[in-house]
């Protein structure tokens, strides 16, 4: 088992110790937090709205950027602050923060850390302009968060190295022997692998969940701290096999590379694709919220998604926004019967299982 992670595997459990801490050295209770005071009423004009937003985002800034600069032509009084980092990193500042919040919203790649910020009220209420067209589930509780894309996670491998015909169909054939030092996925600390365990313990239960990392381990996979480590690596062919969200393998396709694609465990009797969503909430106490909202009613707008499916590979969550060219639709697939969000709300559970089994 090899380790390419940037951070050591204890800076994950820093988020989880600061939630015991506000709760008294518990585990978070999965009541919900009490609900917090609505956000101002949103103002709708655009020249009406101006001053520093700050964004803390999760996601890698070159995939952000674009969405951003998109809305601050839309509002050009609006001077956008952004600090990026790992989903866990932000956490922690923004439990820091709490006493005085720094920013003004913040955007995730998955459900699982959100979830965890939700139930320590750090965010404020706002049902965005086009939440109505969402799937129940990816809108948070109380209205402190909602989903904004869609991802799945899948296969990808080298075509030079790996036939179509070899490649794996399942997640659980990662830890065929035949498949020894020839995987590459994310480690610990990201939140794509977080968000896809707590899937499968909701799924198959913790002692299932942890037999398959063990033998993801025991299988020599070399665990990277992002999945674009991971896809260049395969679209290099320094790895036969890739586990990522699928946009990571769109990404590496149009970088000219010779890669293919599975959408994993379509069987008979298998648990079928799991998928998770970015997410963005508006933090409470905000300095900036006009901006705050606005921003959150462009991200579900039509010309939002359009950027993150034209420019990103994803899955809108607004319906009728038409996906990227060449990307396969999520009805064509059998979907893990799973609550992601509801998954994500036994943060401790996760985090826990992980440490136990030393998972990089």
């Not at 968000?195 to 398959?212: C, F, P, S, Y």
């Not at 034209?310 to 607004?318: A, C, D, H, I, R």
């Amino acid at each position: 088992m090899k380790s390419y992670s940037k951070k050591p595997f204890g800076l994950l459990f820093a988020l989880a110790l600061l939630v015991s801490a506000c709760g008294g050295g518990k585990a978070v209770s999965e009541e919900p937090a009490p609900a917090t005071e609505p956000a101002a009423p949103v103002v709708t004009e655009a020249s009406a709205i101006s001053g520093d937003l700050v964004i803390y985002s999760g996601r890698s800034e070159s995939l952000i950027q674009p969405v951003l600069d998109a809305f601050q032509a839309k509002y050009p009084n609006v001077k956008i602050l952004l600090k990026s980092g790992s989903n866990s990193e932000l956490a922690n500042a923004l439990i820091e923060e709490q006493s005085n919040p720094q920013a003004d919203v913040f955007v995730t790649t998955e459900i699982f850390t959100v979830q965890s910020l939700y139930q320590q009220g750090l965010f404020a209420s706002y049902h965005p302009v086009g939440a109505d067209q969402l799937p129940p589930e990816f809108i948070g509780p109380k209205d402190n968060w909602v989903g904004i894309t869609r991802r799945a996670r899948v296969i990808m491998y080298n075509t030079e190295l790996v036939s179509a015909e070899e490649a794996p169909t399942s997640i659980f054939d990662l830890t065929d022997p035949k498949w020894n030092g020839q995987v590459a996925a994310a480690g610990s600390t990201n939140g794509g692998m977080q968000a896809q365990i707590a899937a499968m313990r909701q799924l198959l239960g913790d002692v299932d969940t942890q037999e398959w990392l063990v033998a993801l381990m025991a299988n020599d996979v070399t665990f990277f701290g992002g999945h674009t480590d991971v896809r260049k690596a395969v679209g290099a062919g320094e790895f036969k096999i890739g586990l990522v969200n699928h946009y990571y393998y769109y990404l590496q396709l149009a970088e000219g590379s010779p890669v293919g694609i599975v959408f994993p465990d379509q069987g008979e009797g298998q648990i079928g694709l799991i998928t998770n969503a970015t997410s963005a909430a508006i933090v409470k106490g905000a300095k900036n919220v006009p901006s705050a909202q606005a921003f959150l009613d462009f991200l579900l707008s039509a010309e939002g998604q359009k950027l993150f499916a034209e420019l990103n590979y994803e899955y809108p969550l607004v319906a009728g926004v038409p996906l990227k060219e060449g990307v396969q639709p999520l009805d064509d697939f059998l979907l893990a019967d799973v609550n992601v969000a509801e998954a994500a709300l036994d943060f401790n559970g996760t985090l826990n299982l992980m440490e136990a089994v030393g998972l990089p």
